[in-house]
């Protein structure tokens, strides 16, 4: 049993990012038999369509559905972008589960201190 991690990018999200989140995924679902990869880089070129100029923002449901069709033989497959996502109804949002289809993304856009013209803290 697999979990695929996708990076699905407008610009970039960062490497260190990827493992990270890989590695709290591979400590927390090793204990039920799960591994945890991490696939290619993925443009969301053709994905573009979903933006939405006036807000700035892409529409989440197509990045999510993007994400699933590289399911494939993982248990389930989680998409990780840097693009700013928003459903019909909502400001924003942080991210987007489907159960049925097994497949989730999460957007980085708005839990780095950049989008709120702050600046990153190193640790």
């Known amino acids: ?24 995924i591979r400590e927390f679902y090793s204990k039920f038999g799960f591994k945890v990869e991490i696939l290619p880089f993925l443009t ?5 369509f979903s933006y ?11 990045f999510l559905a993007k994400v699933a069709e590289h399911r494939g033989d993982f248990s389930a497959v989680l998409g990780i972008t840097d693009a700013d996502l928003y459903e019909e109804g909502m400001n924003f949002i942080f991210g987007l589960a489907n159960p049925y289809l097994r497949a989730a993304i999460i957007s980085l856009a708005r839990l780095r201190p950049e989008f709120y013209n702050e600046k990153m803290e190193k640790f």
């Open 52 to 62: 939405n100029p006036i807000r700035e923002q892409f529409l989440g449901r197509f």
């Open 1 to 24: 049993m697999k979990i695929g991690i996708l990076p699905l990018v407008v610009k970039e999200v960062e490497e260190d990012v990827l493992k990270g989140v890989a590695d709290y």
């Open 44 to 48: 969301a070129s053709d994905l573009f």
